[in-house]
């Protein structure tokens, strides 16, 4: 299952994408087969909302060290076409603000 979150914006957005991935590459974190937490972003959204989609994995990551949780805004099958994976658990090394709004912007958002 992937799950949507819609930000505010871009920086809202690199802000959670960089927060996750410090989380997940940090020792506090028990998050058993990392590899499976993965965040996409879908570049293009109209209305000026900023979407990202959670696997259930990262999803689980962000219950355990967010509070309150952002709210997901749909629950699909597998996140919508043209979508770009911009962190993966266990390969995506912990993120600085400026580096998760990059990706974001190069992903072309």
């Known amino acids: 299952m992937t799950n949507e979150l819609a930000f505010n ?5 690199a802000a959670f994408v960089a927060a996750l991935s410090r ?8 998050l058993p087969n990392r590899s499976e937490a993965r ?3 879908r570049p293009g959204t109209p209305g ?3 979407q990202l989609y959670l696997s259930d994995r990262a999803l689980e990551a962000t219950a355990s060290v967010f509070s309150p949780v952002p709210d997901i805004t749909a629950q ?9 994976l ?3 658990g266990g390969t995506t090394p912990p993120l ?4 998760a709004e990059r990706r974001l912007t190069t992903a072309g958002g």
């Open 9 to 13: 914006a871009r920086s809202e957005a």
């Open 23 to 30: 989380y997940l590459n940090s020792p506090a974190s028990t």
């Open 39 to 41: 965040v996409w972003y």
């Open 48 to 50: 000026g909302k900023v």
């Open 76 to 84: 699909l099958t597998d996140p919508p076409q043209g979508s770009v």
């Open 86 to 88: 911009v962190l993966e």
């Open 96 to 99: 600085g603000l400026e580096e």
